[in-house]
Structures are given as structure tokens and as C-alpha cells.
């Protein structure tokens, strides 16, 4: 089965500055790759999501990159604020087998003003 | 509702006692899941509904866990002879199609087996 390890597990940055989040996944059927965000005491919260026929996408300040051949996709989070302290997750799905998202152990990013 | 509704948000059961959480998703979302994400870890996945049929229900630990959806939209969760190892959140998550859609997740339950 599907298998998505993720790093770092803790991340912390000074304001303004640029973080970094990799994932890798090892099914290579795998398709679509959401990234959510957790609050304390609160469940997870889509940000960006990409599809395997897709490199990057961006969104504002968040982008993911998704390497199909080496099965590995990465967020990118520029000029951090501290409202983007959270926990984030990575996940891998294959897009026609219901909702089985795998996920990543997560990355707690700290945003320091 | 705007989102994924779930309830009760915090629950405190002696081990033992049999639990119910109940998950009202989108309106008009088919699809309905089920995860389970146990402190400081990433959610893992327990079940899987379209509409009112169960497709996939292998992430269920044990046959002291039961789900259903008889009408296609509320969700129960049902916990029987809970186990401290119980304790965690229960994520309830929906989309508006079967796959290839944005998933959803509701603020969570939190239960705590004492």
C-alpha cells in the first residue's frame, strides 16, 4: 500500500522568511496530492492540492511542486507569517479509489515575529 | 451547514462504556469518511461511504467499531467496550463526488477513555 513520509517533523523560521515542507509518497499510482493545515484543536484545513498533470501550482504565498519520477512533492510557504504556525500534512490518494488519503506524520512550523 | 458538522466536539467515556459520534457532512457531498488521528500524528483513514453503502472499511482496528449511514447523509460512528487505546480524535471528512474531489474535514471529536 501506499506509504508518505514526510520532513521535517519541526520547522521554525523567523517571520518574513521562506519554509519549506517534502514529501515523498511510494505508490506510483498515486494522483492527487492535498496539503492541509491544523490548528490546535481543530481539524485539518485544505490550503493547495495538486494533480499528478500538474508540476506546481501556486496560490498566493503557498506553492507545491509535485516529481512524478521520483515520487516526491513539496510546499512552499514564502514571507511566513506567524498566523501560518500550524501543523501541516502532506497526502497521496489514487483519484478513483474513493477517499483513502494517506497521510504524512506532519510538520509543526513556527513562525517567530 | 457550511461545513462538516460533527458531534459530540469532546467526549469522556470510562472504558468499558460504548460511544456514538455523529458527523452531519455538506449538504449534497456523496461521498463520506471516517479517520481516526491519534495525538501529534497524521489522520488515519478507519472507513469509506457513497451515499449509504460502506465500500471500504479496512482501516477499522478492531469489530468493536462500527459505522453507518443509512440514509446517505448523517454518519455514526459507534465505539463498543471502549479501550484506553481508543483515546484520540475522530475526523469525519466529505466530498461532493465519489473520487477526484476536494475532501473536507470537520473540526473533530476528542475522546478521551478513562
Known amino acids: 500500500g501506499e506509504n508518505v513520509e514526510q520532513h521535517p517533523s519541526t520547522l521554525s523560521v523567523q517571520e518574513g522568511d521562506s519554509a519549506v515542507i517534502k514529501c515523498t509518497y511510494s505508490?506510483?499510482?498515486?494522483?492527487?496530492f492535498p496539503w492541509y493545515k491544523q490548528e490546535l484543536g481543530k481539524g485539518p484545513q485544505l490550503i493547495i492540492d495538486?494533480?499528478?498533470?500538474?508540476g506546481e501550482k501556486k496560490d498566493q504565498r503557498i506553492a507545491v511542486t509535485l516529481n512524478k519520477t521520483a515520487k516526491h512533492f513539496s510546499l512552499h510557504i514564502t514571507e511566513t507569517q506567524p498566523e501560518d504556525s500550524a501543523v501541516y500534512f502532506c497526502?497521496?490518494?489514487?483519484?478513483?479509489?474513493?477517499?483513502?488519503?494517506?497521510f504524512g506524520q506532519g510538520t509543526e512550523l513556527s513562525v517567530k515575529p | 451547514g457550511a461545513g462538516v458538522s460533527q458531534s459530540p466536539r469532546y467526549k469522556v467515556a470510562k472504558r468499558g462504556q460504548d460511544v456514538a459520534l455523529r458527523c452531519d457532512p455538506i449538504?449534497?457531498?456523496?461521498?463520506l469518511f471516517w479517520y481516526q488521528q491519534a495525538l501529534g500524528q497524521g489522520p488515519e483513514f478507519l472507513t469509506y461511504?457513497?451515499?449509504?453503502?460502506?465500500?471500504?472499511k479496512s482501516g477499522l482496528p478492531s469489530d468493536r467499531f462500527f459505522a453507518e449511514r443509512p440514509e446517505g447523509s448523517v454518519s455514526t460512528l459507534k465505539i463498543q467496550r471502549t479501550q484506553q487505546e481508543d483515546s484520540a480524535v475522530y475526523l469525519c471528512?466529505?466530498?461532493?463526488?465519489?473520487?477526484?474531489?476536494?475532501?473536507?474535514f470537520g473540526e473533530g471529536s476528542w475522546l478521551t477513555v478513562v
Open positions: 461511504f457513497q451515499n449509504e453503502a460502506q465500500l471500504d
Open positions: 505508490d506510483s499510482a498515486s494522483n492527487y
Open positions: 497526502a497521496a490518494i489514487i483519484y478513483n479509489q474513493g477517499g483513502k488519503l494517506i
Open positions: 471528512a466529505s466530498s461532493r463526488q465519489s473520487s477526484g474531489n476536494t475532501i473536507y
Open positions: 449538504s449534497g457531498h456523496v461521498s
Open positions: 495538486i494533480r499528478s498533470n500538474v
